[in-house]
């Protein structure tokens, strides 16, 4: 069969190509040959889930693309994979050194962890340093003298700041986000009392698997509902279930507790379809799209669609966007947390610096999209999120 007038389905190839990476499976041999213009889709694809360097190492491991114009891309892509990791594995062992010195308990989380259970530990890309700490003020004023750190901005869940090399650090204070569930929430509440000491250490403390995959899976679904989490999350998901060893029941009954069992098997059922030998069914090709469209970061118009109708609707998602919760305008003005009648003021203030400092145009673009979605795009967001169990 010739390649002209071939349908490629992009995604799939992009999935074998990770699928050989990442868990052991047959090298794609010449069936999967790529046109130029294939080999670009498959590289912008590839990138913007930040995922170039997985399929690069599995292309040039494969013959295919070495010598090609998108093919210097991807070798790009590996090295600077392998230089960003180097250079957050220094930085980090500078922050745990310099943590453990000042006696200051604290729990690494997300791909800090996950990335030594990949083949090679560069393979798990990271733009950032996550720790929970229990005061992050304190930590934050530890790091600025101690590391030069830079304090960024204070978050509703995070202090934000970075190293003299760009690193970004974030510092949480507590993994409860707004969007979760009260269930959710109060175990993610308990983290502390289910994390022990790392192998070695005194300060440095790990979660336990339960709560580790329960985290996972509960970050997860906020970034999904907020737009789109991207490939990797499912990734981590195939191997934390392949290269570890773990209690399956003690998972389902965090998971269960928490209000996520029923998205985390419809997660794991996809981490399946595209890293193992499962079938797609509707609901997991509908994530697949979802997730696809969104990219890493996800999409504006993925989170308007389905927090307009986590909001009940169109009136509840504008309500929403004009009148913050408290729990959500306390962070951004923390006199609330001291004097909570101010609220109001502080409404009217947000409301200012929408319009005189910028974003006026780009909330009155998200209100009209939102207007704009029809009773079938609605619909089927309200299907969609039943289906996965959000």
Known sequence: MTK???KVDITDRLMKLIAAEICGKAPVGADCDFTDEELSELYGLAKKHDLAHLVGDALIKSGL??????????RKRVMLSVYRYEQLNYELNRLYDVLEEAKIPFVPLK???IRDLYPEPWMRTSCDIDL?????GKTAELLADKLSYKY???NSHDISMFAESGMHIELHYDL???SLNEAASNLLAGVWDRSTAHDGCEYRLDMSDGMFYFYHIAHMAKHLENGGCGIRPFIDIWVLNHRTV???DKRGELLAEGGLLNFSRQA???SEVWLGNAVHTDITKKIENYVIRGGMYGTNENRIVVQQQKRGGKIGYALSRIFLRYDEIKFHYPILEKYRWLTPIMEVRRWCKLIFCGHLKRVTHELGYSNSVSKNEAEAAREFLKDIGL
């Open 268 to 270: 794991e059922l996809l």
């Open 246 to 248: 773990f209690d399956r």
């Open 132 to 136: 929970l700490v229990h005061d992050a």
């Open 152 to 154: 960024e901005d204070k």
């Open 65 to 74: 693309a070495v010598n090609t114009e998108i093919g210097a891309k991807f």
């Open 176 to 178: 409860i986000e707004e």
């Open 111 to 113: 791909g800090s962890v």
């Open 4 to 6: 002209e007038g071939r």
